[in-house]
């Protein structure tokens, strides 16, 4: 049997984080900025400490690091419910269910864990991830131009990466780089950069359709970093920077579809209370097809979404079914927002409601982490089980 | 846009306020002598913009000129502002205190 329905578990712990979205995050939110991305201090630690008496936080870590031992199908209906508020596309919750930080450093040496993994998971460390380069995202095989070159124990770093989140204000960062001129995506090599290294730069804020979010453009001038600072192994880079690349798609789709939901309900909700030339909207054709066309944008990525997360929890590939997901979701969730606004009129495109946001952050989402253009080639690639390129 | 604000400063008067539009977007508060005494931002909760902002730092008394830049992104520029005084002055603007309670992000933007 084929059933995508929440088991009894599963719709207490969704029905609990749902309560927690509306009762918590929707009145603290509707003092903020519209933009906002933060909360104040004291009330992140309020949000934490509730989220802990959930059994909830640190979402994403390990059980043997210390996270909840919650499979990543219950993590996805999760993060459906989380994204389920103005700022929840980027910031989900203000961040008070945690987070996994850098996954890739569950694969670090007991050293690197204990100088990096550890002090992050315990919120005294943060870091960024440094993949991204201006002469490109999509194919960081070829785009990485940063190069690092072996000099006695250290490796001496220089280049530039462009849209980097979190780089000005981290203790360290992992950065991919070219150690190997002749070997494409065999001559990338993954460093932890301590972000107090000479010739480390943040040299500006990358501005975007996010306000309360921005990027970062990051140089390297004869950086050096020990060697001991290699992550995993020289030249075996990039298959830690694509591992993660698809496990992130799963939740990254998730959150399109929360927001997608809950524009969806703001829709519906609307379109019972306005009256136009002595009907309500829900009676009219033209907004009934706007609304089913919603539902099915909305299904069609949760399946899809779902079937990516069981297939992950069963252990087997599920690189095709996450680069779906994360299209669908993410194309899908734009059409739903852009409806919605479209039946909310005038006022869909004020700051007064949450549509505007959501529509500028969405955009991002059809590029972010793999445009569709890239989804695609994932899932051509193994419809014809070659590398196509 | 520069990383920083090059615009010309401007006497914090009634009559400067109120020719002020109602856009959304970043300022600089400063005293007679031209030092930056506090960075602000206009977002999408104030009732008239940078001139509401403005009226209540004339009201306030907080400062002596002003400047402002109209952006939509105002938060990411209001964080780069403060990143980038920071990294000139090696310290934030005597009323941005608040934001000192966080922790801030750092430039070196050259």
Same mark, same amino acid.
């Given at each position: 049997?084929?059933?995508?329905?929440?088991?009894?578990?599963?719709?207490?712990?969704?029905?609990?984080?749902?309560?927690?979205?509306?009762?918590?995050? @929707?009145?603290? %939110?509707?003092?903020?900025?519209?933009?906002?991305?933060?909360? %104040?201090?004291?009330?992140?630690?309020?949000?934490?400490?509730?989220?802990?008496?959930?059994?909830?936080?640190?979402?994403?870590?390990?059980?043997?690091?210390?996270?909840?031992?919650?499979?990543?199908?219950?993590?996805?209906?999760?993060?459906?419910?989380?994204?389920?508020?103005?700022?929840?596309?980027?910031?989900?919750?203000?961040?008070?269910?945690?987070?996994?930080?850098?996954?890739?450093?569950?694969?670090?040496?007991?050293?690197?864990?204990?100088?990096?993994?550890?002090?992050?998971?315990?919120?005294?460390?943060?870091?960024?991830?440094?993949?991204?380069?201006? !002469?490109?995202? !999509?194919?960081?095989?070829?785009?990485?131009?940063?190069?690092?070159?072996?000099?006695?124990?250290? @490796?001496?770093?220089?280049?530039?990466?462009?849209?980097? !989140?979190?780089a000005d204000g981290a203790d360290f960062g992992i950065v991919f780089a070219r150690t190997d001129a002749d070997k494409g995506r065999g001559g990338i090599t993954c460093f932890i950069l301590d972000a107090d290294t000479p010739g480390f730069h943040v040299?500006?804020?990358?501005?975007?359709?996010?306000?309360? =979010?921005?990027?970062?453009?990051?140089?390297?001038?004869?950086?050096?970093?020990? =060697?001991?600072?290699?992550?995993?192994?020289v030249n075996r880079g990039f298959a830690i920077a694509n591992d993660r690349l698809t496990r992130q798609r799963i939740p990254y789709a998730a959150g399109c579809l929360g927001v997608a939901i809950r524009a969806q309900e703001m829709a519906i909700d609307y379109a019972k209370q306005r009256k136009t030339f002595g009907a309500a909207l829900s009676t009219r054709q033209a907004i009934q097809w706007m609304v089913v066309d919603n539902e099915i944008d909305i299904r069609t990525a949760r399946w899809a979404i779902l079937a990516a997360a069981c297939k992950a929890a069963r252990g087997e590939p599920f690189r095709t079914e996450a680069a779906m997901a994360k299209l669908l979701a993410s194309e899908g969730a734009s059409r739903v927002v852009d409806r919605a606004i479209q039946i909310h009129g005038g006022y869909g495109v004020t700051k007064d409601l949450p549509l505007e946001r959501w529509y500028r952050e969405m955009r991002i989402r059809r590029i972010g982490e793999g445009p569709s253009e890239v989804q695609r080639i994932v899932m051509a690639r193994d419809l014809f089980d070659q590398a196509l390129y | 846009m520069g990383v920083r604000m090059d615009k010309p400063w401007r006497e914090l008067t009634a009559a400067n306020v109120a020719a002020l539009g109602a856009e959304l977007g970043v300022y600089q508060l400063a005293d007679a002598?031209?030092?930056?005494?506090?960075?602000?931002?206009?977002?999408?909760?104030?009732?008239?913009?940078?001139?509401?902002?403005?009226?209540? &730092?004339?009201?306030?008394?907080? &400062?002596?000129?002003?400047?402002?830049?109209?952006?939509?992104?105002?938060?990411?520029?209001?964080?780069?502002?403060?990143?980038?005084?920071?990294?000139?002055?090696? &310290?934030?603007?005597?009323?941005?205190?608040?934001?000192a309670r966080r922790r801030m992000g750092r430039l070196s933007p050259g």
């Open positions: 049997m084929i059933d995508f329905e929440p088991s009894e578990e599963q719709a207490l712990i969704v029905g609990q984080v749902r309560r927690f979205v509306r009762e918590e995050i @929707w009145p603290l %939110e509707a003092k903020l900025d519209p933009d906002a991305s933060r909360v %104040e201090p004291e009330d992140h630690a309020r949000l934490v400490a509730r989220t802990r008496a959930m059994g909830l936080y640190g979402l994403g870590i390990p059980p043997e690091f210390g996270g909840p031992d919650v499979d990543i199908v219950t993590q996805t209906l999760i993060a459906i419910e989380t994204a389920q508020h103005r700022a929840g596309l980027y910031s989900p919750c203000f961040g008070a269910f945690g987070g996994a930080g850098l996954a890739q450093l569950y694969e670090a040496n007991d050293e690197q864990k204990e100088r990096y993994l550890f002090p992050m998971l315990r919120g005294e460390k943060r870091g960024f991830f440094g993949l991204t380069e201006p !002469s490109g995202g !999509s194919d960081p095989a070829r785009a990485i131009r940063t190069r690092a070159v072996r000099d006695g124990d250290d @490796w001496v770093i220089n280049g530039s990466k462009i849209f980097i !989140s979190g040299r500006r804020v990358v501005h975007t359709l996010r306000s309360g =979010h921005y990027g970062t453009e990051l140089s390297f001038e004869d950086a050096r970093v020990p =060697h001991a600072n290699v992550l995993g192994e | 002598e031209g030092r930056i005494v506090r960075i602000g931002y206009a977002g999408g909760r104030t009732l008239f913009g940078l001139r509401s902002e403005l009226a209540a &730092a004339l009201e306030a008394g907080e &400062a002596a000129r002003f400047r402002t830049e109209v952006t939509a992104q105002y938060l990411s520029r209001y964080e780069e502002l403060l990143m980038v005084h920071a990294a000139d002055h090696g &310290a934030l603007p005597v009323g941005n205190a608040a934001d």
